[in-house]
């Protein structure tokens, strides 16, 4: 059996706030030369607080970043074996040798450009399981870095501009009076009050709010007849 679902009429899309990684990266960058070796590499960390730092070429081209987690396994290698055989195979190993970050690096980088939104970055952060990411532009040469914590600056929006933004969409998407629902914002957290005709337009106008940009979480208070 097949069953029909209303297709709700939300109108024209309205303009809404869209952060990019321009809005919010760093372009003050702390990197290396593929020739820096361990030591500096560690300092660099160290001084500078971050966990990472991409690797250029002579062009300012990234070509892979070197973080904590590579510098590591230095620190946690095994106990060294007995008999020399063994001993030169695990002496021999490229994680034993690797000394300059060309050698350490993870590459190729994961980067984004300016122009990615802020969400997409983050989903790539998750999805790839790093803290930053360098920014390249269309040339790969670097201009600047976004952190998880610059993605999360989106949420610093202030309550009353995430309140004119719903309302808009609540006038201009949904084509509904605004006098008749209240919207208020508390912290990022979104309450909209107030009766709608149907069901189906009280789901499709809570799901644009809550995706709308720094929006944290959305309180469902809206009436409609049965059925």
Do not use: C
Not at 58 to 78: C, H, Y
Not at 193 to 203: C, F, H, I, K, Y
Not at 218 to 226: F, N, S
Request: no cysteine; aromatic share 2%; net charge negative.
């Amino acid at each position: 059996m097949i069953t029909a679902v209303p297709v709700v009429d939300t109108g024209p899309r309205i303009p809404v706030k869209t952060t990019t990684v321009e809005d919010v990266m760093t372009t003050s960058v702390v990197a290396l030369t593929q020739d820096a070796d361990y030591r500096q590499i560690v300092t660099i960390l160290r001084q500078h607080r971050v966990s990472a730092v991409p690797v250029l070429d002579g062009a300012r081209r990234v070509l892979g970043v070197v973080s904590e987690a590579d510098l590591l396994p230095k620190l946690t290698a095994e106990p060294l074996p007995a008999g020399t055989i063994r001993l030169a195979w695990r002496l021999s190993e490229p994680a034993a040798a690797a000394a300059t970050a060309a050698e350490l690096m993870t590459r190729p980088a994961i980067t984004v450009t300016p122009d990615v939104t802020v969400a997409d970055a983050a989903r790539l952060m998750q999805a790839r399981q790093v803290k930053r990411l360098p920014v390249v532009d269309d040339n790969g040469q670097l201009v600047g870095i976004i952190s998880r914590a610059d993605v999360l600056s989106v949420f610093d929006r202030p309550d009353q501009q995430l309140r004119d933004e719903v309302n808009a969409v609540i006038a201009g998407q949904f084509a509904l009076d605004p006098d008749l629902l209240s919207v208020t914002v508390r912290s990022g957290i979104v309450t909209v009050t107030g009766p709608v005709d149907r069901r189906e337009v009280a789901l499709a106008l809570l799901g644009e709010v809550r995706f709308l940009e720094g929006v944290v979480a959305v309180r469902d208070r809206l009436t409609y007849p049965p059925g």
